[in-house]
């Protein structure tokens, strides 16, 4: 029988809390209750709000919850050629295009339609939807704005890639943390519009090297937080575009702040180094997060 992978996959962009002491701590529960692997990976792709100083604090608070992983750690920002040869496929497939709007150009866009009394559709997190303008430009355009240097970002043509799928996807959502039973979720990557797949400088974003990575370290079991459940669907359909296997997955409950919302890594209070300065232990951590 092959091993099960889980991966837990923090940014160093902030202080790990309480929520992802939560999501490291089941995936290291889950994979040693099931003999598997325990992975970690770290997401630094967003190379300016990414520091060395929040990974190495990441690392610290790992250790000392008492988390282990296989070495070596796969650090995003140093395997960026394989994202681009990744991204360089659905450019060839003509998947994906340059967009050219700014934030106020799209602000501008959508005041106009609502002005005119027309909605905008948003996406699950509340963001208007990429207007259907860049996807339009004559190619002769396109290449005269990305030889004129100006900035843009590659989005999914997510109609296209649909069509080019031809049929509904899903994925298997486990349906809670003992992973004894599974259910089939319909993927709905429309909701979501055109996303960026990778920046002009950057040549990857957030949904393409988690999928081009989940394939690489053979991750069978994606579990994560509820925030990033809707997101499976584009995961899904980025996934099927470019033949990579689907993992299973689930998406635990999010810890939530005193006040209901969700932990934030700017929240000191519930910062894992905070706790721990105040006096926590390890195992008072588990039982801050019932495990
Ligand atoms: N790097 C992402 C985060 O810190 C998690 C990605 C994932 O687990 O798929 O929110």
């Known amino acids: 029988m092959t091993l099960l992978t889980f991966r837990f996959a923090p940014s160093p962009n902030g202080e790990l809390h309480l929520g992802h002491a939560y999501s490291a701590l089941l995936n290291q529960k889950l994979a040693s209750a ?6 970690l990976r770290i997401e630094d792709i967003d190379t300016t709000r990414c520091t060395p100083q929040f990974e190495a604090a990441m690392l610290a608070d790992l250790k000392w919850l008492g988390l282990g992983w296989e070495e070596p750690v796969r650090r995003q920002s140093v395997h960026f050629a394989e994202y681009k040869a990744v991204l360089d496929r659905l450019i060839d497939e003509e998947l994906v295009y340059p967009a050219f709007m700014s934030r106020g150009e799209i602000r501008a866009f959508i005041a106009d339609r609502e002005k005119r009394g027309r909605g905008w559709p948003r996406d699950p997190d509340g963001v208007p939807l990429y207007p259907p303008i860049d996807k339009a430009l004559p190619v002769k355009e396109r290449k005269r704005r990305i030889a004129d240097n100006e900035l843009f970002a590659w989005r999914l043509d997510v109609d296209a890639a649909v069509a080019r799928i031809g049929r509904g996807l899903a994925w298997t959502e486990f349906s809670d943390e003992t992973l004894s039973a599974t259910r089939s979720v319909e993927a709905r990557p429309q909701d979501w519009g055109d996303v960026v797949v990778a920046r002009r400088d950057i040549p990857t974003s957030y949904h393409l090297a988690v999928i081009v990575d989940d394939a690489l370290q053979g991750v069978s079991h994606v579990v994560r937080g509820q925030d990033l459940f809707s997101a499976t669907g584009v995961q899904r359909l980025l996934q099927e575009l470019l033949g990579l296997p689907q993992p299973a997955y689930f998406h635990h409950h999010l810890i939530l702040g005193p006040d209901r919302r969700k932990l934030s890594k700017s929240l000191g209070d519930t910062g894992l ?15 801050m997060v019932g495990l």
């Open 34 to 39: 099931s003999g598997g692997r325990l992975l």
């Open 273 to 287: 180094a905070a706790l721990r300065d105040a006096g926590a232990s390890p195992d008072g951590i588990r039982r």
